[in-house]
Nanobody, 124 residues
Framework: QVQLQESGPGLVKPSQTLSLTCTVS??????????WNWIRQPPGKGLEWIGN???????YYSPSLKSRTSISRDTSKNQFTLQLSSVTPEDTAVYYC????????????????WGQGTQVTVSS
């Protein structure tokens, strides 16, 4: 059974960098042909796909967030990390990590495993 767990600060100040880690257990992030995704849901809104990192380490980002987003991984810890820079209150959301068996840039693709989500609030 694959499990994903998000971790990181719940409160970030405006203009700072949001950093979240997804720790994966029960399966390797280098296993063919999985994509490891970050998705968020602002309050009262739908899901938004942020980006992903593929099993081979290549990364893909939402065009609307690309200039502020970086996704990386630590294969020795079986973790992947999201960094979102220059945050504003509009980045307040529940952030999820999720696994897909194929590439997609949609938050409504088929994700077979999700983390429980972590609330991040951007406020001074």
């Amino acid at each position: 059974q694959v499990q994903l767990q998000e971790s990181g600060p719940g409160l970030v100040k405006p203009s700072q960098t949001l950093s979240l880690t997804c720790t994966v257990s029960g399966g390797s992030i280098t296993t063919n042909y999985y994509y490891w995704n970050w998705i968020r849901q602002p309050p009262g809104k739908g899901l938004e796909w942020i980006g992903n990192i593929a099993y081979i380490g290549s990364t893909y980002y939402s065009p609307s967030l690309k200039s502020r987003t970086s996704i990386s991984r630590d294969t020795s810890k079986n973790q992947f990390t999201l960094q979102l820079s220059s945050v504003t209150p509009e980045d307040t959301a529940v952030y999820y990590c999720a696994r897909a068996g194929y590439y997609s840039d949609s938050a409504y693709a088929t994700y077979d495993y999700w983390g429980q989500g972590t609330q991040v609030t951007v406020s001074s």
